[in-house]
């Protein structure tokens, strides 16, 4: 395997692993652009150095896979640090799935096989960005709105960026002052696990005083 062969398919991972990255980091998750980058990078290179210490062996198929497997298996170490449990809930269950098919581009690309990795990137890109929407269109959503106090002007900037980070879209917010405390009301239609993600998270800031849902 000569050098230009190597390198290119290093380019090709940090492409393929990187147009992944951009939808997770567009989706403000925690394995973001690099992230992925890394890992198929990784993925792709523990391959190609399997290729090239085997190159010229017999048997090296066998131990090829071996390679795979362990790298497959690695991986879910970092998956499930993208795991959380609270309060009886899980969260990044789909973050550690993409990471684990990310690896798994990184061997295809250091396996040679070009046109199935675009293909496969294709898919796991599509798959992440229409079912997303399928999610938030399709299934059963109930109209939340919330009242809340809080003693900063900065908690109508941080509620959005929670809600950005959790895919709820506001269709109604507003915000008025008493005194010192800032008043703020919203509405959103979701799904009843994504409120309550949202509400878990909302609740951990210190600067609300009173919280309310109707």
């Not at 990471?99 to 599509?126: C, E, K, M, Q, S």
Request: charged share 20%; glycine share 10%.
């Amino acid at each position: 395997m000569s050098i230009l062969e190597v390198t290119l398919k290093l380019l090709l991972a940090v492409a393929l692993g990187g147009l992944i990255g951009v939808e997770r980091e567009t989706s403000q998750k925690p394995a973001g652009f690099r992230t992925n980058i890394l890992i198929c990078l990784g993925a792709t290179m523990m391959m190609v150095l399997s290729r090239l210490v085997l190159e010229g062996k017999e048997g090296s198929s066998g131990d090829l896979m071996r390679m795979a497997a362990g790298v497959i298996t690695g991986i879910g170490f970092i998956g499930a640090g993208t795991i959380i449990q609270a309060r009886g809930m899980i969260i990044g269950l789909t973050t550690a799935a993409t990471l684990w098919a990310v690896a798994g581009l990184g061997l295809i690309i250091g396996a040679g096989y070009y046109v199935i990795a675009i293909i496969f990137t294709a898919t796991i890109t599509l798959t992440l960005v229409i079912f997303r929407q399928f999610e938030d269109f399709s299934l059963r959503k109930d109209a939340y709105r919330y009242s809340l106090k809080s003693k900063s002007k900065d908690t109508l900037n941080n509620i959005k960026k929670l809600a950005l980070h959790e895919g709820i879209r506001f269709k109604e917010i507003k915000q008025k002052k008493e005194d010192n405390i800032f008043i703020i009301q919203f509405t959103f239609p979701s799904t009843e696990e994504k409120e309550q993600k949202f509400y878990q998270t909302l609740s951990s800031l210190k600067e609300i005083v009173e919280l309310k849902i109707d």
